[in-house]
């Protein structure tokens, strides 16, 4: 039994060879490799290389050579299938269900097609002229740079690539796997028609897809790739790497741009440590393949809406590849094509020497609305800023602290207090994706005590008697349908004197409306009962005053900001003590001590 090739290729682009090599053997940087102590042999002086670019190992003293899994193979001794298993287990990587027991793919065919399409579309565009050929000329690309990216053309008519191909000896199910052509109620017909063709090759040089513009307006999408082949998986790859990656590495730092021709008029304008994604959205694999080549990662993106979206999502995932990301937005162009034609190379690389980390992007963002000048404004967005500034680590924090409490003349504490209480706020959960109450509660405050109450309800839903325990406990209901089936409860069981009485779930449901019901059914399915009543019930009661000792101590925390913004010491020193008292409370009910 073997795996299936694509997902061992897919294995090898989420696993970095240094990282796996690196646990067993001490590396030390050696110009483009990691060069360390053989572990196949016993040596002295080191002859033993990784290349992270590669992400290939070989000794010059043994001969020992390979890629990841089969270091793995030989340094533990172990077959390829448990070598390949461990790197799964090892790197949180699913295992395909079940393995490929068909023919071997034959990639080494699919590549000869695609390079076969690629020189056909290249005549197409440079033997006569063409509106791809003009259409190129006119974004100011050079005759060389064409070649370079191997660009081409789709001529109009819906069968050329098809005949082409079949003259070639390609068959028409071939064609179809590679997302060349498509199928109609006449047959095959060719996928990209009067169309600019961006060849898509992985970091070997290979083509393994394509990517299309249109040149009509009318004409949608504007943009056509590929379809997902044995070869091609968007997520994998990045347009230019190929072509870029030593520049990338040399420079230690990538500008990640949003479209071909972006990547395109950059290299040819002298800035090569470039690469755009395939799509506005970075993938997890994507940034890992680029962490291979530096950890310093510009993105460039669209200033739009779109464009933002995609960068937030970006910055989230290169920091989980272990990458440092900054942004970069263009002003006084639309683009990174259009500015750096219009200004110079020189002018663009001082732009991306002022790209902004990714910490600061987001603060800037979260400043969009408020008039900070406002005493009250100011402290709406430090709560906005709370959640960007609980995602980084506490020497990032420190100094992000320091800046906003220099800015508007808070103390670090209250801002680190702000941060770190917030962080101690457990939401309770919420109905399914859809329900008209979820909808309520979004647009209105978060419940914080509305898991609270459900729990309570349907105890005495099976136990009646809490029902009194509640009154006697003077457990308030803030929420409405909290309220609503309280009385139904009481209602259904008053006369019960003896708490005997079980109150069935479809009784209660009769009488609440159809929103309130899917919430309350939704809390019943969910909440999970003990063995022992009581112990439950005080937990309720326990957590209640603890989520209103929270409510306070935030209320406090506000007071103080602002106190400390209007320069009121006797105030600050009041609500400093009232916050220092319910910490103590806080700390006591948490560890659920009597108070």
Do not use: W
């Not at 990714?358 to 430090?382: C, H, M, P, W």
Request: glycine share 8%; aromatic share 10%; net charge neutral.
């Amino acid at each position: 039994m073997a795996f299936d090739n694509s997902f061992i290729d897919e294995l090898k682009m989420q696993v970095n060879i240094v990282d796996v090599v690196g646990r067993e053997v001490q590396l030390s940087k050696a110009g483009a490799n990691h060069k360390g102590l053989c572990p196949f042999h016993s040596e002295k002086t080191p002859s033993f290389m990784v290349n992270e670019e590669k992400q290939i190992f070989n000794c010059f003293g043994c001969g020992e050579k390979g890629d990841v899994i089969s270091f793995v193979q030989k340094y533990y001794k172990i077959p390829f299938m448990e070598a390949v298993e461990k790197l799964c287990k090892e790197h949180g990587i699913r295992m395909p269900e079940k393995v490929s027991k068909g023919p071997k793919i034959d990639y080494d065919k699919y590549y000869d097609i695609n390079a076969k399409a690629a020189r056909f579309y290249y005549e197409h565009l440079t033997r006569s002229r063409n509106i791809g050929y003009a259409y190129f000329k006119s974004r100011g690309l050079a005759d060389e740079t064409m070649v370079k990216f191997g660009l081409g053309y789709a001529p109009e008519s819906g069968y050329a690539l098809v005949k082409h191909l079949r003259k070639a000896g390609v068959s028409d199910d071939d064609m179809l796997k590679l997302g060349l052509a498509s199928k109609g109620k006449n047959g095959l017909y060719d996928r990209f028609r009067g169309r600019v063709i961006f060849p898509i090759l992985n970091t070997t040089g290979k083509v393994i897809g394509f990517g299309a513009r249109t040149l009509k307006d009318d004409v949608k999408p504007k943009y056509l790739n590929s379809a997902e082949s044995e070869i091609f998986l968007k997520k994998n790859n990045l347009f230019g790497l190929n072509l870029s990656r030593k520049e990338i590495s040399d420079e230690d730092r990538v500008i990640v741009v949003e479209g071909y021709m972006d990547a395109i008029s950059l290299y040819q304008n002298g800035v090569r440590n470039i690469a755009a994604s395939l799509g506005t959205a970075l993938t997890d694999n994507q940034a890992k393949l680029l962490t291979r080549y530096t950890k310093n990662i510009v993105l460039s993106y669209d200033s739009d809406g779109a464009g933002i979206k995609a960068a937030l999502r970006g910055i989230d995932v290169i920091r989980k590849a272990g990458g440092k990301v900054k942004i970069l937005q263009v002003t006084d162009a639309k683009d990174p094509d259009e500015y750096i034609r219009r200004f110079g190379r020189e002018a663009f690389n001082k732009l991306v020497d002022k790209a902004i980390y990714a910490t600061d992007f987001k603060l800037r963002l979260a400043r969009q609305g408020f008039d900070l000048g406002n005493s009250y404004e100011v402290l709406e967005y430090i709560r906005k800023c709370v959640p960007i500034l609980r995602e980084l680590g506490p020497v990032e924090q420190d100094i992000y602290f320091r800046k906003i409490a220099e800015e508007f003349g808070i103390s670090e504490q209250a801002i680190a207090l702000e941060v770190r209480t917030d962080a101690d706020i457990k939401m309770p959960a919420a109905p399914p994706q859809g329900s008209t109450e979820r909808k309520r509660r979004r647009s209105e405050n978060p419940d914080r005590y509305l898991k609270l109450e459900m729990s309570l309800l349907i105890l005495s839903m099976y136990n009646t008697r809490y029902l009194k325990r509640i009154d006697e406990d003077a457990f308030v209901f803030n929420s409405s349908i909290g309220r609503k089936v309280n009385a139904i409860e009481r209602s259904l069981c008053e006369d019960d004197e003896n708490g005997l009485h079980r109150i069935e779930l479809e009784d209660i449901c009769r009488l609440l409306e159809p929103e309130d019901e899917s919430s309350f059914r939704y809390y019943a399915d969910i909440i999970k009962l003990g063995p022992d009543d009581e112990a439950f019930y005080r937990q309720c009661l326990s957590g209640y005053e603890l989520q209103k000792c929270k409510d306070k101590r935030l209320e406090v925390l506000n007071e103080l900001a602002v106190a400390e913004t209007m320069g009121n010491a006797e105030d600050v020193t009041q609500l400093a003590q009232e916050l220092m008292k319910l910490n103590d409370l806080i700390s006591k009910l948490s560890e659920g001590k009597n108070v």
